[in-house]
């Protein structure tokens, strides 16, 4: 069943979980459940259809940013 309104942040596709931590693997960005430890990649949209959004990391914190609307937007904090 399709999210009708995405959350700001990843959810975890296992159990619906939205804490844990974002680590990098062989296929990108991807959410590490601390609920149930599944592993959900991660992928951006931008508002705008058509537009392609990409994750920009910076230490903990997570961007959102999409280069045709020139946006960048919190998606997630890594716990320490
Ligand atoms: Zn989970
Ligand atoms: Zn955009």
Do not use: W
């Not at 700001?8 to 459940?33: M, R, T, W």
Request: proline share 2%; net charge positive; glycine share 10%.
């Amino acid at each position: 069943m399709k999210r009708e309104h995405q959350e700001n942040g990843p959810v975890c596709k296992h159990c619906e979980g939205i804490s844990g931590s974002i680590l990098y693997g062989k296929y990108g960005y991807y959410l590490k459940c601390s609920a149930c430890a599944g592993n959900t990649s991660i992928r951006v949209e931008c508002d705008q259809a058509g537009h392609k959004a990409r994750v920009r990391k910076d230490g903990r914190t997570f961007y959102r940013e999409c280069e045709a609307c020139a946006s960048s937007s919190v998606y997630f904090v890594n716990p320490e």
